[in-house]
């Protein structure tokens, strides 16, 4: 197999620099992230198709700031620069960057110009974008057209079309830039001359090479939960290295109804992957007893599956150690537990930030760069079962994020109650495909007065958290038809004691995140 010259995104410590190399992949052009310390002799050296500059937080005229190397303009690769990028760009080439005062966050109409060249041509006259800038360009360098411009950046876009090189001062990477994506296939197939040749299938072939070459003919755990990411992950090793691959799953307690079952039974027939079933309940509840506060949650919880993980592996191995941990790990989980390059900690999720320190596994994580929707295709791809596949996501810490208060025995079975409910009506509904995941979480600590069969009630709220997302990295809340929500609510009180008011969660991410905890 020939390996694709690839896009390289140079990331200037963009949140969304992986954002832009999926959608190079959506455009069917291979991508990889380059961290902008790469000397530019070293990424010609990979013979890239084309070179694309992320966003970053810095700005280019202060003492420090990342700077494109101006070796990088000698070659003839295309580049494309988006906003920072965009603006290391138009210095580098003798341009002028400035702070005009004018910032513009969020939605922007931008008005390209009549002679709007390649990447906006016969786009409307004004058009929504997605700004995030306090600098800007106010001279183009010489050799470039101005194509569109907005009420804060009288350079918001150009072009050297002989030279192949573009810039946008927006995002054309989010979703809220309507025409993003676009815009971005102009660059790379108009500008760029790159045929959209590149499918995820290459994906599966560079991952089972990679991964032969990592775990050689050593024995090798996986982290099984039952979740497409796991699954997607486990058939990867699987196809390169066989049998010598065992997943374990583990029920912690945390688990939804039926679903530790549902696991045993479906996963090895779909499969015929080795499979180990650990019952942990005990020990993961005695770990999370009386604890309250969401981080110490995720990282007991992280901690306890290593452990778990550690006997277990000493258990299957034939002949010394399991030195290789496979998880489903993907980019969101990467990015939200700080991990990104100069992005914050929303949260630790349990296989990334929630880790213990003394880690003895090499992790093997064929999917740390994908988004969800990219490891779909690839499940689906690799011939794994449609109602694997389409699974709503569903949390490594499971239940115990969706408990608002202390976790234990009486109040993770009332929330398996609320949940299943929840679950079957939508699925009654035939709603499943049109949300994305549907949280049902328990306020364990908070109490409200209601009447039931004429009497005083004193009981717990349950929320229903329905969303819609692309990849969990934004989400919506699902407009969930009303008399879906109110069958829901009314079994949820009618059934599950204690409950006595089912409430609607109607917050977007941002500001809210998915999981409450
Ligand atoms: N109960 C479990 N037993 C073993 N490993 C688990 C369990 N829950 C989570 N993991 C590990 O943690 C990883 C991250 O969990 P996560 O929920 O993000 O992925 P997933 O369960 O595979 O997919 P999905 O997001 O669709 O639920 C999993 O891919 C898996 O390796
Ligand atoms: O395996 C996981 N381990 C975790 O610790 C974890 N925390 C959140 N999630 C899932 O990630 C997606 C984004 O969730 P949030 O909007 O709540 O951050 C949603 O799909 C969440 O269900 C997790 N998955
Ligand atoms: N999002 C970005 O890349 C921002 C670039 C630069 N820091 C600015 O504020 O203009
Ligand atoms: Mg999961």
Sequence with gaps: MSTPRPVLVVDFGAQYAQLIARRVREARVYSEIVPHSMP?????????????????????????????????FTSDVPVFGICYGFQAMAQALGGTVARTGNREYGGTPLR????????????PAEL????????????APAGFTVTAESAGAPVAAFED???????????????????????????????AGIAPTWTPSNIIEEQVERIRAQVGDKEVICGLSGGVDSAVAAALVHKAVGDQLTCVFVDHGLLRAGEAEQVEKDYVAATGIKLKVVDAQERFLGALAGVTDPEQKRKIIGREFIRVFEA???????????????????????VESGGGTGTANIKSHHNVGGLPEDLKFALVEPLRTLFKDEVRTIGLELGLPEAMVWRHPFPGPGLAI????????????????????????????????????FPV??????RSVGVQGDGRSYGHPVVL????????????????PYDVIARISTRITNEVAEVNRVVLDVTSKPPGTIEWE
């Design 465 to 480: 958290r329905p969303v819609s997302s692309e990849d969990a990295m934004t989400a919506d809340w699902s407009r969930l």
């Design 312 to 334: 277990a592996a000493r258990e299957i191995a034939a002949h010394g150690d399991v030195e290789f941990l496979v998880q489903g790990t993907l980019y969101p989980d990467v």
């Design 441 to 446: 979480v328990l306020l364990a600590d908070v």
């Design 112 to 123: 390209p110009r009549p002679e709007a060249g390649v990447l906006l041509r016969e786009l």
């Design 40 to 72: 530019v002799a070293e990424m010609l050296a990979k013979n890239p198709a084309a070179i694309i500059l992320s966003g970053g937080p810095s700005s280019v005229y202060a003492p420090g700031a990342p700077l494109v190397d101006a070796d990088l």
């Design 161 to 191: 079309l002989p030279g192949r090189r573009a810039g946008v001062q927006f995002h054309p990477e989010v979703g809220h830039t309507a025409q993003g994506q676009e815009m971005l296939q102009r660059f790379l197939y108009d500008i």
């Design 402 to 437: 969706r408990i608002i208060g202390a976790v234990d025995r009486e109040r993770l079975d009332l929330l398996r109650q609320a949940d299943l409910i929840a679950r079957e009506e939508l699925t009654a509904a035939g709603l499943d495909r049109d949300v994305w995941q």
């Design 128 to 139: 929504p974008v997605w700004m995030s800038h306090g600098d800007c360009v106010t001279e």
